[in-house]
């Protein structure tokens, strides 16, 4: 399940995560099967403090185009805001984020990913890279996290997601048409940094897991749609506690410290005369280290699931 969990943090990242998503760009072009429109609730929070007001909006980077989640609360609450909030900047075509991929992401001339993970496991990627529609050939330079990346967006394009109609996507162009002040929690490079520092043990269990639930359970991109789209915190919740089941170091990583992270600039925004609207991959916001459960526990009014 670790892939499923994955698109709802950063990169976009993964930020995926929406950031990390864009690592497509230079390989293959996006295509979309046809989806049936769906309606979807997606969570959102209310934070108070002291009369200043803070939305909190827990996305997917990826979605499929016909997933319809804007509803009147969420108009309202943006047409309320002044500054959206995003977790990385990707302004600059995804320039940033090459450049620390060919810096971080790809191993030394002569290397190949290959050699460095257990035969077994390079036999079960090429496997879940074809059931993906996704060459194997691509990953031959990448560290085993790159690798990973890319196999789960693959698996994510193949169900018909794009970063094009990903909540974060979408908000953020509307907001830069409208003149509306933009605000990051991290740059692109701290984002990645998540990934590329982990240590090679770190990273060859989470390109197995992520291996593993493309072959296991090809559905689970839809699963997590459905969960996201019913906006039940427990059931997200659950996403994020069985993702990292078997990684925990990877949880603490990408998820716990960057939430702590955030939360100092969380508290500054709710201090200024200026409604922020904030867009974060769901995964932080839902559970036992989330950021909302952060700011409960430091004595802030935090309406939503």
Known sequence: MTRAFLKTISTGAFAVVCGLMLLARPVFAETAKPVATQMAMPPLWVVEKDGKTLYLFGSIHLLPPQTQWEREEIKTARAASKVF??????????????RVVEKDGRLKEGAALKDLVPPELYAELEGAAWSVQCSPKMFQSFRPWLAAVYLELCSYMKAGFSRYAGVDQVIEQEARSQGAELAYFETVEEQLSSFSSLDRKTEIAYLRAVVRGVVED???????????????GDDLAKFVDDGFKDIPGLRSQL???????????????LGSESPHFVTVGVGHLV???????????AGFKVTGP
């Open 287 to 297: 559970g036992k280290d989330s950021v909302v459960a952060m700011l409960r526990a």
């Open 255 to 269: 998820l716990v410290a960057r939430n702590k992270r955030w939360l100092p600039q969380i508290k500054q925004m």
């Open 85 to 98: 909030v995003f977790e990385a900047p990707m302004d600059d075509q995804g320039a940033s984020m090459s």
């Open 218 to 232: 090809p559905d689970l991109p839809d699963k997590l749609l459905a969960a996201w789209s019913a906006g039940n």
